[in-house]
């Protein structure tokens, strides 16, 4: 294995890491030296690839939308021909992968955003940024089904993509207050009722 391979693969460790561990105990709760051991590399690894736990939480926040891109880009939702199929499958897609561990699904970002969102600036900057690009995807099928199932309907595209978020993040705020998904799960299908009584189909 050459020294870049070597590099990239321990960065990639540091990164997988930050995502379990700040899911499961926050950015603040979170040293250095845990995201060392969760990896398994040495501090002075770390200090080769970040310059601070910020710098760390940064590329966390990025390594997780990149990383949902991927998972949502190839979901079996997506090949659907019917916008409004694909936007009640993407629903359907996120009850379904509500399994495992609470910080094995709960969103990265959002827990940033509530935990760091006055402290580090730039964290909640960067998390804005990325819940904003996944929102744009979704406002693309809600425009499509808008168009087609109800064009005279007096809300926005953009704005119904925002609330299906905000059900998601707060259905995440509840599986780690109640430690389970069935709150999550059940909120989630109220969601899908209500967008689905949206539209004329």
């Given amino acids: 294995m050459s020294k870049a391979t070597a590099?990239?693969?321990t960065?990639?460790?540091?990164?997988?890491?930050?995502?379990?561990?700040m899911r499961l105990r926050?950015?603040?709760?979170?040293?250095?030296?845990?995201?060392c051991n969760a990896a398994g590399v040495t501090k002075g690894s770390f200090f080769h690839h970040f310059d601070s736990k910020e710098a760390l939480g940064l590329a966390a926040a990025e390594?997780?939308?990149?990383?949902?891109d991927r998972i949502f880009g190839d979901a079996p939702y997506r090949k659907l021909p019917d916008p409004l199929d694909r936007v009640l499958g993407y629903i359907d897609f996120r009850v379904a992968i509500l399994q495992g561990e609470i910080c094995d699904y709960t969103c990265l970002l959002g827990t940033f955003v509530q935990e760091l969102y006055d402290s580090h600036p730039a964290i909640r900057a960067a998390c804005e940024k990325h819940m904003k690009d996944h929102i744009d995807g979704i406002t693309k099928d809600v425009a499509a089904a808008k168009k087609q199932y109800a064009p005279k309907a007096p809300w926005s595209a953009q704005s119904l993509a925002f609330y299906i978020q905000a059900v998601l993040q707060g259905s995440f705020v509840y599986a780690k207050a109640?430690?389970?998904?069935?709150?999550?799960?059940?909120s989630l299908s109220h969601?899908?009722?209500?967008?689905?009584?949206?539209?004329?189909?």
């Fill in 11 to 21: 960065r990639k460790k540091l990164l997988d890491a930050a995502l379990h561990v």
């Fill in 63 to 68: 390594h997780f939308a990149s990383m949902a």
């Fill in 191 to 201: 969601l899908r009722r209500y967008v689905r009584m949206l539209f004329k189909k």
């Fill in 7 to 9: 590099s990239l693969e």
């Fill in 26 to 35: 926050g950015y603040s709760a979170t040293t250095v030296d845990d995201i």
């Fill in 178 to 186: 109640t430690q389970g998904s069935n709150v999550a799960i059940e």
